[in-house]
């Protein structure tokens, strides 16, 4: 890779488990933007699903595949993402976000919120992996300005990716087929932030009404994508890689900004 090219960052909608071993169309989606994009020397990523007090990093050269989920076929468990991990990328990172003490972990390794993607994005897993934890104790504004100190990154080779869902509650997924009204509401007025781009709205979401409140009942979701747009720039061209609604209120909207 060109030393000067300065690589894009990404949210990711990842919706169901499943599609880490599934084709469809978000997945194909996936693949093409990891065809597309210039190969890092790393990835960021930003899980909904590793949400704790505090901020980690995980530091091990090889990352365990987790599998933190019930309920889905075998092939789902039996799958393993055997991509390395970085303790470099790792303490690179933890140096960025100072003066904020970021602790270097041993034991997560990477969760559905990574694999799941990343199997698509990259499938010969021969990228490295680090993934940053969600202060769950955090505001989202909290979030938004600790992202922004991750920048330098981009002209370093790596890939900084969000990965969760603008619409995220799981009252009825597994039955309901057609999407809720509300759910579609929030998914298009997002995406119309996102155009513009409007980053305090996005940012203060809790401020958007009986929508919002239903379609982010929990903010473990949503705040990978604050990750992914504290992280534009002015000359950064928005693309739309997948869109829709799942389970009626599950979106799997995904961008790209470079």
């Given at each position: 890779?060109n030393?000067?090219?300065r690589?894009?960052?990404?949210?990711?909608g990842h919706?169901?488990?499943?599609?880490?071993?599934?084709?469809?169309?978000w997945?194909?989606a996936?693949?093409k933007?990891?065809?597309v994009t210039p190969k890092?020397?790393?990835?960021?990523?930003i899980s909904?699903?590793?949400?704790?007090?505090g901020?980690?990093l995980?530091?091990?050269t090889?990352p365990?595949t987790?599998?933190?989920?019930?309920?889905f076929?075998q092939?789902?468990f039996?799958f393993q993402?055997?991509a390395?991990g970085?303790p470099a990328?790792?303490?690179r990172?933890a140096?960025?976000?100072?003066p904020?003490k970021?602790?270097?972990?041993?034991?997560w390794?990477?969760?559905h919120?990574a694999?799941?993607v990343?199997?698509?994005?990259?499938?010969?897993?021969?990228?490295?992996v680090?993934?940053?934890?969600?202060d769950?104790?955090?505001?989202p504004?909290?979030h938004?300005?600790l992202a922004?100190?991750?920048?330098?990154?981009r002209?370093?080779g790596?890939?900084?990716?969000?990965s969760?869902?603008?619409v995220?509650?799981?009252?009825?997924w597994?039955?309901q087929?057609?999407?809720?009204?509300w759910?579609?509401?929030?998914n298009d007025?997002?995406?119309?932030?996102?155009a513009?781009p409007?980053h305090?709205?996005?940012?203060?979401?809790?401020r958007l009404?009986?929508?919002?409140?239903r379609s982010i009942?929990t903010a473990?979701?949503?705040?990978?994508?604050l990750y992914t747009?504290a992280?534009?720039?002015?000359?950064d061209h928005?693309s739309i890689?997948t869109?829709?609604?799942?389970?009626?209120s599950?979106s799997m909207?995904?961008f790209?900004?470079?």
């Amino acid at each position: 890779m060109n030393a000067t090219t300065r690589m894009p960052v990404a949210f990711i909608g990842h919706g169901s488990p499943m599609n880490a071993i599934e084709q469809n169309a978000w997945t194909a989606a996936w693949r093409k933007f990891g065809a597309v994009t210039p190969k890092p020397t790393g990835v960021l990523m930003i899980s909904a699903h590793w949400y704790t007090p505090g901020t980690h990093l995980t530091a091990m050269t090889a990352p365990e595949t987790i599998h933190d989920f019930g309920g889905f076929p075998q092939a789902l468990f039996d799958f393993q993402y055997p991509a390395p991990g970085s303790p470099a990328l790792a303490q690179r990172a933890a140096q960025l976000l100072l003066p904020l003490k970021a602790s270097l972990d041993q034991k997560w390794g990477l969760d559905h919120g990574a694999w799941s993607v990343l199997a698509h994005v990259f499938p010969q897993a021969d990228v490295p992996v680090v993934q940053l934890s969600i202060d769950r104790t955090q505001p989202p504004q909290w979030h938004y300005e600790l992202a922004k100190r991750l920048a330098p990154l981009r002209d370093e080779g790596i890939l900084i990716v969000g990965s969760g869902a603008v619409v995220h509650n799981l009252m009825n997924w597994r039955n309901q087929t057609a999407a809720y009204d509300w759910a579609e509401r929030f998914n298009d007025l997002v995406k119309s932030h996102l155009a513009q781009p409007d980053h305090p709205t996005l940012v203060n979401y809790e401020r958007l009404g009986a929508d919002a409140q239903r379609s982010i009942p929990t903010a473990e979701h949503y705040l990978p994508m604050l990750y992914t747009i504290a992280l534009q720039t002015p000359q950064d061209h928005l693309s739309i890689l997948t869109d829709g609604i799942t389970g009626g209120s599950i979106s799997m909207l995904s961008f790209a900004l470079g």
